[in-house]
């Protein structure tokens, strides 16, 4: 007597018996209770997969072969079947090893891609260390000169040793002669462009302005209004046209910078660079725009531009450190 699934009606591979007394293939039963929510597919009653199905012990059957599949024609078809699951199977695995190796392609430029910011910031680090620790020396040294110049005006004023006695005599005779022998060549060494003393004797004066810190000024905003500068305010920087000479750009110690006309003798125009006073050190003016740049001692400096109605208002500043 051959054994028979219930449900597929095929010989099974691991029947079990069912306490409804019907024999089922282990692999389908299993499934079915577990789509039909613990039924048996053909009483409909409650199984239990783990204590109502028993295992049958069978000598194993082999399915003969069918008479159909005897045949030339039977053959053919099932080698193109064969075929056919063959090259479905190849074009799976093509497909496949195409998507790993994109994969794989992705994941080594990542990697690369990695490697070279780690590198990158390595080598940034490693920058940094130095700077840090270079810094760190600098700061010691500093520290140290501070303090053996603390000390020596802690024993000058005690009375005590000064450092430089411990400097050996020899030292500081051999570096008194270097010292005068250079400063006598230094003295007889004339500059080739330097002008003769007769040439500056003859020079005779071209021009006078007066008074080029005390006029209307132009704040940085860009406004103008009345400021007086001190009596003793005086001249800290010039600069003249490159290609206007009678153009004459001056910059004062009261924080102020004048433009003036040397050919009408007027004053173009006056800006304050500093509110708080502080001296202007630097000026200049452009050599083909209506720009001119003054520095002063706050650590600014500020380029001025030429506006309507002839004011000059502040085009860019730029603040200590940049």
């Known amino acids: ?24 293939s282990r692999r389908l039963i299993e499934k079915a209770l577990t789509e039909n929510g613990g039924k048996c597919p053909v009483t409909g009653q409650d199984l239990d997969k783990e204590t109502d199905l028993y295992p049958i012990h069978a000598n194993s059957v082999v399915t003969p072969r069918p008479a159909t599949s005897s045949s030339i024609s039977s053959m053919l078809h099932d080698f193109q079947n064969e075929w056919d699951n063959l090259m479905l199977e190849t074009y799976k695995l093509r497909e496949s090893l195409t998507t790993t190796r994109a994969q794989l392609s992705q994941t080594l430029y990542q990697h690369e891609a990695a490697c070279r910011v780690i590198c990158r910031l390595a080598k940034e680090r490693d920058v940094a260390v130095s700077r840090v620790r270079q810094l760190s020396t600098d700061l010691a040294k500093a520290r140290a000169y501070a303090a053996t110049g603390m000390e020596a005006d802690v024993s000058a004023e005690g009375g005590a040793q000064d450092e430089a006695a411990d400097v050996a005599d020899g030292f500081i005779q051999e570096a008194v002669a270097v ?19 007769d040439a500056v004797k003859a020079y005779t004066v071209q021009g006078t302005a007066e008074k080029l810190a005390q006029a209307d000024t132009a704040t940085p905003s860009g406004k103008r209004r009345r400021k007086n500068a001190p009596s003793n305010a005086t001249v800290t920087a010039i600069d003249i046209h490159f290609q206007d000479n009678d153009r004459m750009l001056v910059g004062g110690s009261a924080g102020c910078a004048t433009l003036y ?12 660079h500093s509110t708080d006073k502080s001296a202007v050190t630097a000026v200049k003016l452009h050599p083909n725009e209506e720009l001119f740049a003054t520095g002063g001692a706050d650590g600014n400096v500020r380029v001025w531009k030429s506006a309507k109605e002839g004011e000059w208002e502040v085009m860019v500043v730029a603040a200590e450190g940049m």
């Open 1 to 24: 007597m051959t054994i028979v699934c219930a449900i597929s009606g095929e010989v099974p591979d691991d029947p079990v018996l069912s306490k409804t007394g019907y024999v089922f």
């Open 179 to 197: 010292s005068e022998k250079l400063m006598s060549g230094r003295k007889k060494r004339k500059h080739p462009k330097l002008a003769k003393e």
């Open 261 to 272: 006309n040397r050919a009408t003798k007027t004053t173009v125009c006056t800006v304050t």
